[in-house]
């Protein structure tokens, strides 16, 4: 993996908050971690807006292998 050396200008306090949110010690693990969550946010969506809504009907007691109790 390639990396590269860059300069940011963030709110105060912004990655400080950000990597104890996240449990991090350091800003580049930091700015790592959350551009990664971005991409793999964007790519959940992606895969979300592929697949339709879903009917599901289910019998719950045909599906645990019981049969419907009647009398009861």
Not at 16 to 33: F, N, P, Q
Not at 40 to 60: H, P, S, Y
């Amino acid at each position: 993996m390639v990396s590269m050396r860059t300069t940011l200008i963030l709110p105060d306090g912004l990655i400080d908050d950000a990597c104890e949110a996240a449990g991090l010690k350091s800003k580049t693990e930091t700015v790592v971690y959350a551009l990664r969550e971005v991409i793999r946010r964007k790519r959940i969506g992606e895969l979300k807006a592929m697949f339709g809504t879903v009917d599901v009907r289910l019998d719950l007691d045909k599906a645990r292998g019981r049969g419907r109790l009647t009398g009861r």
